[in-house]
């Protein structure tokens, strides 16, 4: 069992009874097709127009010492605050392109 979804059944016991742990553990059995999804409480949401992408995942971040030339730093800073996010995001975007290279090497 992975430790977050042991750490989250703990937790979970501390507030349900072991008849709704047990429940739970059944449907966490299931396969996919078999969950009913058809919750009359829950309709399924078709216009994701106002959804926010990322809003609950955080991609972990590690403090990490890092050389870069001293225009490269320059040319983000001077574009003003959140100068270390674009340079997160243009990293990534190259990460991700060498992702997709190498699976279509493959």
């Known amino acids: 069992m992975k ?13 349900m009874d072991s008849e709704q742990v ?9 396969p996919d097709e078999a969950i ?12 994701w127009a106002g959804a926010i992408r990322g809003r609950f995942y955080r991609p972990v971040k590690v403090l ?4 870069l030339d001293a225009d490269v730093l ?7 605050p959140g100068y270390q996010t674009r340079i997160n995001r243009a990293l990534r975007a190259s990460m ?3 992702l997709r290279r190498q699976r279509q090497a493959t």
């Open 64 to 67: 990490k010492s890092l050389r």
């Open 74 to 80: 320059a040319w983000f800073q001077q574009q003003g």
């Open 36 to 47: 009913n999804t058809r919750d009359p409480d829950a309709p399924e949401v078709a216009d």
């Open 96 to 98: 991700l392109r060498e």
């Open 3 to 15: 430790k977050a979804h042991s750490e989250a059944l703990a937790a979970a016991r501390n507030v």
């Open 22 to 30: 047990a429940r739970l553990k059944r449907a966490a059995a299931l």
